[in-house]
């Protein structure tokens, strides 16, 4: 009976304090890449989405999560590291020691980085994994058809050796123009070659071809060719793409907040991933000039929604 009694004690003895250790506060160290208004926006929804978060459920509840550290320089103790950008993450991946999720990055970016550390063993017990910045190849491809229903597509890409181009199964009457190229001397006549065989220019997050100092050289050839461009932001509408898929810094940071909280509870990260939500954005004076008859960003939506296949 002693016995018993003393296993009973034992047993809720380790429930106590499992539920003492569930209760911890999550310290959670912020690091951005720079000040520039992406990552601050990022920076101030975090919190807020945090909070929601926490009162979702009764185990989110137990959880508490602070964050300690929203620069990118600091000493003080992380169970977990937003890295916010690529700078960011590179910095936390080569110098630090806490789990690390790497938010607002590119995904061949961001798996160039596991590749270059883990061949330095720099990536040993550390968990790392990837909220993406760029959306999955079925929702862009399904954006494009369901922007452009009446039109058998020829999407063209540009993209440098460095970038993995693993497609899905394509829509039906939509087919793929892509070339590689291997310098900056060569982008333009290989731009010319893509605009020449193609009806579509699909930007991709490269920053090898779709730099600053190349990106209105390339808007200007696909407008003269009249060859519509979609982009990777709303900046690129704003510049003269005719329309965009993206995530804004506001649904990753909302994302995050999910993927934080999920920590606070089972220590554990999620699976890297693509964005869960998406913004649209259109030129309509772009379509005009064009002669395209392109729909509002709810019609295109409703369209992705019929697919099956919007939320890739």
């Known amino acids: 009976m002693l016995r018993q009694l003393t296993r009973l004690l034992l047993t809720c003895a380790a429930a106590l304090l499992a539920t003492v250790v569930q209760a911890e506060t999550l310290n959670v160290r912020l690091l951005l890449s720079d000040n520039t208004p992406p990552y601050q926006q990022f920076s101030a929804v975090l919190n807020k989405a945090i909070a929601d978060e926490l009162n979702k459920s009764l185990a989110a509840s137990k959880a508490s999560v602070t964050i300690i550290e929203p620069r990118v320089t600091g000493s003080a103790k992380a169970d977990l590291i937003i890295a916010v950008g690529i700078k960011a993450t590179e910095l936390a991946i080569a110098e630090l020691d806490s789990p690390v999720l790497a938010v607002m990055v590119p995904k061949a ?17 550390k968990a790392v994994s990837a909220i993406y910045l760029d959306q999955p190849w079925g929702r862009q491809l399904n954006f494009i058809q369901a ?10 890409m540009l993209y440098s050796p460095n970038t993995s181009i693993l497609l899905p199964r394509l829509p039906q009457g939509m087919s793929i123009n892509a070339r590689s190229v291997r310098s900056a001397e060569k982008l333009f006549s290989a731009l ?11 930007v991709i997050p490269d920053s090898e071809i779709y730099s600053s100092s190349s990106m209105r050289n390339i808007l200007l050839t696909s407008y003269r060719k009249k060859v519509p461009l979609v982009g990777i932001s709303q900046a690129y509408v704003n510049a003269g793409a005719l329309c965009a898929i993206y995530s804004t810094p506001e649904q990753l940071a909302w994302q995050t907040a999910a ?25 309509q004076q772009v379509a005009n000039s064009l002669g395209i008859d392109l729909a509002p960003p709810e019609v295109i939506r409703q369209r992705m929604g019929n697919t099956g296949e919007g939320e890739l």
């Open 147 to 156: 922007a452009l229903p009446k039109h058998d597509i020829v999407v063209g």
């Open 109 to 125: 970016g961001y798996e160039a980085l596991l590749e270059r550390y883990s061949a330095q063993k720099l990536i040993k017990a």
């Open 192 to 202: 010319e070659y893509i605009l020449d065989s193609s009806n579509v220019l699909l």
């Open 259 to 283: 993927a934080i909280v999920s920590f606070a509870i089972g220590r554990h990260l999620p699976e890297s991933q693509h964005p869960a939500s998406f913004s649209i954005g259109i030129n």
